[in-house]
């Protein structure tokens, strides 16, 4: 099989320690998981440094919040791909970018964050069967927004060029994929959610037709801090957004799709959480996992 973690909204805060409890706890238990279950890489959903980014290159953040965090043995070697969210976007995502050249840790060439936007083709062991993760940029497809009001939204791309030659990439790697098992899209931003941002307008609008279209698999995301599992049209609907911070409302139960709603959870009292996927050639299983090693929830999603 071909396994990953999937991690987001994990970044820190901006003040000594520069780390939360939840971000240490959800670090180690990430570490155990790779050990016990396996992970050929890790999947950060955006929000890696808060509140406002990294400043350069040579940000002590990288170490602070990062580097020296994730030092579980079984994450040594393990490599990230790695996007931008919006609190990435508050500062220099080109900087994270940059960074991927020189970590000492883990941005080895066969690592990356080349690009705000990029597409992974992922071989399946054991079989001749392929998938696809198509890595999005989901600030600069919809906008910025700060995040802090109850349900605040992007308030549309700062560049509407570079939005529009974004999502007719996406359409162009979408019809790519035609011959892959599996088609998995990432970015930050939610599509659907109950949690306190809710769904995307800008994503509903312009990325749902295309999942739906072209049978994806599944969508990754953070954005709201809980981990909710949703499915829609054919599509599974993965929010990974626990690895700092814990929500528990669901203010936005009635803005997704009636019975769209498979599995939510936010306690205040827990240390965190964080998905584990397993590719195999006849489905693809999602484990959510609590930073304690329990299990939540699992689903299995069938190929396309």
Request: glycine letters at 10%; proline letters at 8%.
């Amino acid at each position: 099989a071909l396994t990953f973690l999937a991690l987001g909204d994990w970044g820190g805060l901006p003040d000594p320690p520069f780390v939360t409890p939840r971000q240490v706890a959800t670090a180690a238990a990430m570490g155990q998981v790779a050990t016990e279950l396996g992970s050929d890489f890790v999947l950060a959903l955006g929000d890696n440094f808060y509140y406002e980014g990294v400043r350069d290159e040579w940000d002590p953040r990288f170490q602070e919040t990062f580097e020296r965090v994730f030092v579980s043995p079984g994450l040594r070697g393990v490599p990230w791909y790695v996007m931008a969210g919006n609190h990435d976007h508050a500062g220099n995502v080109t900087a994270q970018l940059r960074y991927s050249h020189h970590s000492p840790r883990c941005y080895c060439p066969q690592v990356h964050f080349p690009h705000p936007y990029y597409s992974l083709r992922l071989h399946i062991p054991g079989s001749n069967a392929s998938a696809r993760l198509l890595v999005l940029d989901t600030v600069l497809l919809c906008g910025h927004t700060d995040d802090f009001g109850l349900g605040d939204v992007p308030a549309g791309p700062r560049d509407a060029a570079a939005a529009g030659a974004h999502l007719a990439w996406l359409r162009s790697q979408l019809e790519a994929a035609a011959g892959d098992r599996f088609v998995l899209v990432a970015g930050h931003y939610p599509v659907w959610s109950v949690a306190k941002h809710g769904p995307t307008p800008c994503l509903v609008r312009l990325l749902r037709p295309l999942l739906r279209r072209h049978r994806v698999t599944a969508y990754l995301c953070g954005h709201d801090h809980n981990l909710q599992y949703l499915e829609e049209g054919g599509v599974g609907y993965i929010l990974s957004g626990a690895g700092n911070f814990m929500e528990d409302s669901r203010p936005h139960e009635g803005s997704v799709p009636p019975g769209s709603l498979r599995f939510f959870f936010g306690s205040a009292t827990s240390p965190g959480g964080f998905a584990h996927l397993r590719l195999e050639p006849s489905a693809v299983t999602v484990t959510f996992l609590e930073a304690t090693g329990r299990v939540l929830h699992r689903v299995t999603l069938p190929p396309r």
